[in-house]
């Protein structure tokens, strides 16, 4: 069983920034791939970027040149900067991890951007 607690979300105007962070415990376990992704109201669970197989990074079309995500490999932790925001950025962001063959989500942040 693998725990991921999210934190960072928040209230930011348009143009702003924030910094959310992931970090995974639990026995044991592997990771395949970790990142984010996000659900808007009333739509379905995107991807925002996420740390695959060998280390590559994936972005999300409307996320590419504005976000970066980053890790730290000993604290089993992913990190999503998040520049340049806009109001369509706002969402609920999930924390995913998949460790073959489960996968987890954490209980998700709340990210606000008013225009």
């Known amino acids: 069983q693998v725990q991921l607690v999210e934190s960072g979300g928040g209230l930011v105007q348009a143009g702003g920034s924030l910094r959310l962070s992931c970090a995974a415990s639990?026995?044991?376990?592997?990771?395949?791939?970790m990142g984010w992704y996000r659900q808007a109201p009333g739509k379905q669970r995107d991807l925002v970027a996420v740390?695959?197989?060998?280390?590559?990074?994936n972005y999300g079309n409307s996320v590419k040149g504005r976000f970066t995500i980053s890790r730290d490999n000993a604290k089993n932790t992913v990190y999503l900067q998040m520049n340049s925001l806009k109001p369509e950025d706002t969402g609920v962001y999930y924390c995913g991890l998949t460790s073959s063959p489960f996968q987890y989500w954490g209980p998700g942040t709340q990210v606000t951007v008013s225009s």
């Open positions: 639990g026995r044991r376990f592997s990771i395949n791939a």
């Open positions: 740390f695959t197989t060998g280390g590559t990074i």
